[in-house]
């Protein structure tokens, strides 16, 4: 677990702007007259709402076809947790940063969501026990193709939480990225744990045909020289479900 902590402190500081400048962005925001009164406040109706919506509902949330009430609700969290941070000078809660990363996500605002994330994550010292948080994160990572901190983050979700309820997507993307990485043996094993997880899978047309490249590469390594006896039964078992 800790290597794991090292790897995404190590991300953070790579791949994604200090929050800072979000809360700059916010300042000059609030300097042009925008201040936390510009927004509403969020009702009890509204909180209650949002506590259902977390990393666990990405993809499956459709708000682009009938999801607008969430779409708006979401938005307005977003800038009304923005506004209290900026209150707050950033002293607030550290989960009102994974929350915000969270909604961020489901809007796929990635950057900002990528941003919120890593706040949390430098203020919480036991982020790792945040099965959600870690989703979220490496649904991020894999949006950005950054394949090395997003295997770390899933397989950080599958040790602590076995039974997570989003596994399946997490196998599956396990596949695709192994499958990059030319790793075949891994790739398989998580297609395989994909396939008979009954779970429901948003598996979206990019991704589908990220699939089906992965299928043309097993094709292709049944040619491969000297393949062991294991590797070869389990392509075959692969390719025929």
Not at 61 to 74: I, N, V
């Amino acid at each position: 677990m800790k290597s794991c902590g090292v790897s995404l402190a190590a991300a953070a500081a790579a791949s994604a702007a200090p929050f800072g400048d979000e809360e700059k962005k916010m300042a000059a925001g609030k300097a042009d007259g925008q201040s936390e009164e510009d927004f509403a406040s969020l009702t009890a109706e509204d909180r209650a709402a949002l506590s259902g919506l977390d990393s666990r509902v990405f993809g499956f949330l459709r708000l682009h076809e009938d999801g607008a009430r969430t779409k708006a609700l979401l938005l307005k969290a977003v800038r009304c947790y923005e506004s209290l941070i900026l209150k707050a000078e950033g002293k607030v809660e550290s989960d009102f940063f994974c929350q915000l990363g969270h909604f961020n996500l489901l809007l796929e605002d990635y950057p900002k969501a990528l941003s919120a994330y890593q706040r949390y994550y430098s203020l919480q010292s036991d982020y790792w026990k945040n099965a959600a948080f870690l989703y979220g994160l490496g649904l991020v990572y894999f949006q950005y193709n950054a394949f090395q901190w997003a295997i770390k983050a899933f397989q950080e979700v599958l040790y602590v939480d076995p039974s997570f309820c989003r596994a399946k997507e997490i196998h599956l993307r396990l596949g695709l990225m192994f499958k990059v990485n030319t790793d075949y043996e891994s790739s398989l094993k998580h297609f395989q744990l994909a396939l008979v997880d009954s779970n429901p899978c948003t598996l979206s047309n990019a991704e589908s045909k990220k699939y089906h490249s992965a299928k043309e590469a097993y094709e292709q390594l049944l040619q491969t020289e000297n393949l062991s006896v294991q590797v070869k039964a389990t392509v075959l078992q692969q390719l025929g479900m």
